[in-house]
């Protein structure tokens, strides 16, 4: 398995969060396991950038919304935890790893795994606090099928009357 995949899973399980059933708690990791400060920034169309060693801090764009927050901040607690080093940071590959980090870091996969059966990527969305995009991905590079798909209106309606 990927080195990013296996570091992210080695904080879940340290930190007593890979069963969870809901949102990551990000900021506690990143102080606590990471021993980093976090700040929110209004950074223009910057995402989320990290300062390493010694001290290190993460500075998360204040303008986006909390979803995407979340996967920022997950996003760069993987450059921290993967080492990488600011040379290295912009690099197609790097930047994919960190990514790889931050999907496996905010929907566990063994608690993804336990409720793909029961529910779809909206409401594994909406219970983990990440975009409905980035369950979708996850369940895709997990193999799962989720259980249903969100009805449309025309469902709905029948559903009501
Ligand atoms: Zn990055």
Known sequence: MVRSRLEARS???KTGNDTVEGPVPLLKIAEDYMGCEVRL???GDVDGLCI???DPIIYINSRH???RQRFSLAHEIGHLALRHQPEQIGRWEIEREA???AGELLLPVLSVKRLACRMDYFDLAALFGVSTAAAQIRLNVLGLTPRRHR???STALEATF
């Open 41 to 43: 920034d209004d950074m």
């Open 99 to 101: 990514n790889i980090f």
């Open 52 to 54: 390493p060693l010694p």
């Open 151 to 153: 009805p449309g209106p």
């Open 11 to 13: 904080i879940l399980q």
């Open 65 to 67: 919304c909390k979803a």
